[in-house]
Structures are given as structure tokens and as C-alpha cells.
């Protein structure tokens, strides 16, 4: 067994148990951003690892079915490599002043990665729950750092609309359980096939249960309401890092649904797909629409994140080897430009004095040179236009959409999408950095200045995503190509379960 | 049997679903027990239901499925946790925002 595998889990974890010492901040920001970057070395050293073939992980060396199993392919090393450059950036950003306003940001930051990193790189649909829950406790507590009025309130819709969905989700987890006696991801690919026809119902249940579970972390409509708020109210640090985390469940409906209920699954095959692709649709709309319509930067990017959300699934609900090919490739991509906005915004409200984020006109920033240009480059990133990688990925989409029935609707919406999109963010930028007040800007606070290096850094590899758009696209085929044979690729795991024990 | 514990389950979800509906944080905070209970309900009858046979191979000539049983384990501890992190972000908003209702001011009657 390899046990690099496991160390993405184990490392923030160890990391938040230290920071969680009473050490001083200057000692938990060093170990924290120490163990940050050491994270971000070992996910490049996956994504080597998973590009020569599948790695199965078996804690505690109980042998695949009947033990937990961590399983490294290059979408999940892909994920951690995300979760790590993000989470650098956020941390980054943080230190600049963050992380004093609230207790221990650096341990439940940690618990955060360690999470996130767990949801990816589980093949167990039990275990993706327990990292679903890890991820989400940390989540709950980041959402009150430094606590206002508007962070209570929204802090408790979020944590009720996750309860009821991790209760949806053992539902679905115990209907799959009885029908088929075996929660491994590897396994029930398998097993799907050849259900029987009086348990089919119920799986089928547990799927569409599942996947409402999955869209309520991804933000689908109709269950992205929470989104915006949430993400507004939270501390940019925070706001970034859970860019990633709305992605776990885009990610998730790409895994379960993907792998297990793929073109694979016999009478169950394509289980969701139906539902999946208006919904998505809708999600790209309303997402648009809400850009077009918000009165902060920091909402304007929650409906970024809801917009391409939703144009990942329509990908990935295409069923198709191209269809998810597109979907991790956009995936990736939104990621990055959208938690870099989050970060910006949070540099712009700092200099514009009282009136923060708002869209309207407002005295000039001393900084709007090079704030302009990074608004600009992550405009162009994710409204999806040339050269950088939104474009590539958009028109991945909808090249893979071609054959697809629903084409017409799909090219309709996706560039209606980006219209709005592209003319929010256009907006924006007229208001904060052209149709500016001509007096000084008004008297900073030193402590609210913000470094925007964090957000510069992560521009830079969205530049770099497009030129190294051609490697990617072809890493991210392999795991496509696993997709479009789940059965082959299910017994390829387990069997590797087996040997790695051996 | 199968019967009783399907009804027990389902009387639990209905409530829990009604309750979590309610505007104040309290009855949100036991809809969301009763969910969990139904939930792990649920979870435990998974596995079939069998009556005294132990879930350790050897013992016995029959036995039940363990892996319910730990499921439910760790469920109950999940859950249990969830909810008394949302009994204190409750007490905590009702004393910064200074009312109980889940949006964090009071609805318009």
C-alpha cells in the first residue's frame, strides 16, 4: 500500500491537533502555513501517482468490499491538488488579518482540508458521509469566525438546510444498504448491475435521494437559496475555502452517480440524468440572472459559484465520456477564478472605506491600478472569455453537448449564462474602478488593508490552467474514460484492494 | 414487527419534518432529533431485522449483520454532535440578535 495516499487526510489533521496547542498566533501560522504548502507538494506527488493508475488505500488493511477504502484516480488527486492551492491562497490571505478576529482559525481551517480532502478521496459511500460531516462541522464554526448579526442568522439556516440533508443522506445510504448489502463505491458499481428487480425501486430511491443531498451542497436550484447569504456573510478567507466546498457535491454527483448509476448500472442506468440536466440548466439561468442582479461583489460571486456549479452538471448529466471530461476541466477552472474573486472583493470592500463591496459609484481606491487589473484578468476567467481557460472549458462543454438531444437548450442557456454574467461583472468593474468619485480616497484604517497577493496568486494559476490546458484535459480523460466503464473499473478496484493486502 | 418499526420510523420522520418547519429554534432543535432518531431507526433495521442472534461470527450458529450496528454507532454520535452545536449557534444568535425565530428577526404577522 501506498500511504502517500492517505496523507492529505492525515497531515491537516495532525496539523489542526498542534495548532490547537497553545502556542501564540505567530507559531500557529507558521505550522499552518508550513503544513499548507507541505499539502500542496504531496497533492502534486498524487496526481503523478494517480496518473499511472488507480491507487486503493485499505485502513487498517481490512481487504476492499468489507473494510474502508481511500481510492486515489485522477479526478480525486485532482480535487486534493484543488483543496490544497485553494486552501494556500485562503490562508495566505487570512494572515493578513483574519485570522486575529475570532479564536482558533487555524485548527478548524485544518479540520476544513482535512475534511474536504476526505470527501475525495473516500470510496465508501458511508465514509463520504463522515467526511461530508467533518467538512461541515468546520464549516459551521468558520461561517461565525468573527461573528456579526448576519453571519448568526444566515450560520443557522446553513447548519439546519445540512442537518436535514446528512439525515436524507443516511436515508439513501440505509435504502442502499438493504437492497444490495454493501456500501463500497468499487462494490456497488459492481452490483448494481444485476439488482434485483423487486430492490430496483429502492435503489432507485436512494439515487434521487442522494443526488437531492448532493445538490443541496452544490447549490442546484432549487436548493441554492442559502448560498448567496451564506457566502456574503462569511469571512473572505472563509468564503474562498468553501467555493471548494460547494464543489464537493458537483463532485459527489460526478463519483456516486457517475461511477455507480452510470451507463453501467443495467435498469438503473443514467438514474438521474433526467432530473440532473434541468436542473443544471436552470441553475446556469438563475445563476445569471442572480449576477446580473446583485447589489454586493461578494453576492455577485456566490452566484458565480451557483452558475458554474450548474454548468458542470449539465456536462456531467450529458452521460458522456467528452460530457465529463468538460465537467472536471470547467470544474477545476471555476474553482480557482471564482475563490480568487472572493479574495479581491474582500480587498476592494477593505479600501473603499463605508461602502465596501457595494456596486455604486464611491470615491476612488488609492490601489486601483493593480486591483483593476487582477478584477480584469478574473473577469475574463470566469465569464469564459478568451484566451484563458473559462473559454476552453465552455467550449469543451458544448462541443461534448453536440449529440445531446437537448443541444438547443444547452448552447441557448450556457451563452445566455455567460452573457449575464460577463455583463455583471462588466458592471462591477465600471462601478468600483471607472465611475469613481474624483476625490481622495478616503483614510484607510491600516489594520483593514489587505494584501492582495493571495488573489494574484491564485490568477496565476488560472493563467496557468490555460496554458497548460492541453496536459489537463488529457489527465482528466483517463478518469472520463473509467466513467464511461464502471463495471471494468469497479472490479479493477477491488482487485487491487486485494493485491495491495497481499 | 416489520410493520410496528416501519410506522415508529415514519411517525418520526412526519414530525421531524413538521417541527424543523417551525420559526422558532427550539422546535427546529427537536424536529431535527426527531429526524435523527427515525434516521437511525432506519439505519439499524437496514441490515434485516433479526431478533437475538449477536452480531460476532461463532458464537452462535446464526448471527445479525454488524455493519448496521456500527453505521448507527457513528450516526448517533454525528448526529448527537450536530445537534448540540446547533443548540449553542441558537443560544448564541437569540443573544446577539435578540430573538428566537430562524431568520434572525421577527416575522410580520
Redesign the interface.
Known sequence: MNHWVIAPVALPFATALLTMLPLGLRAQRALAIASTLLLALISLRLVGLAGQGAEVYALGAWPPPFGIALVLDPLSAMMVTLTAFCGLAALMHALSGWDERGRDFHPLFQFQLAGLNGAFLTGDL?NLF?FF?LML?AS?CLL?HG?G??R??A???Y??LN??G??LF??G???I??AT?T?NLADLAMKVSSIAPHQEPAVRAAALLLMVVFALKAALLPLYFWLPATYGAAAAPVAAIFVVLSKVGVYAILRVHGLVFGPDAGPLAHAVDAWLMPAALATVAFGGIGALGASTLRELCGYLAIGSSGLVLVSAALGTEAGFLAAQFYLVHSVISVAALFLLADAIAASRGADGDRICRSTAMDNSMLYGILFFVLAIATAGLPPLAGFMGKAMVLVAALRDPAFGWILFIALTGSLLNLLALARAGIQFFWHCAHEPAPEIRESWRRNVSAAAFLAAVTVALAAAAGPIAAYASKSAAQHASAYAYGAELLKKGAEVLR | MEALVASVIGILFAA?VYL?LRAR?FP?ALG?TF??Y???L??FV???MVFDRPPIIGTREAYSDP??QA?VL??IV??F???A??LA??V??KG??GTDH????EGSR
Open positions: 458511508f463522515v460531516e462541522i459551521y461565525q461573528a448579526g448576519a448568526r442568522a450560520g443557522i439556516h447548519v439546519v442537518l436535514v446528512s439525515t443516511l436515508v445510504v440505509a435504502l444498504y438493504g448489502g456500501l | 421531524g424543523v429554534t427546529v431535527l429526524l435523527s427515525g434516521v437511525n432506519m439505519l437496514a441490515g434485516g455493519l448496521p453505521l457513528t450516526a454525528i448526529g454532535g450536530m445537534i452545536f446547533f449557534l441558537a448564541g444568535a446577539d440578535l430562524v431568520d434572525g428577526r
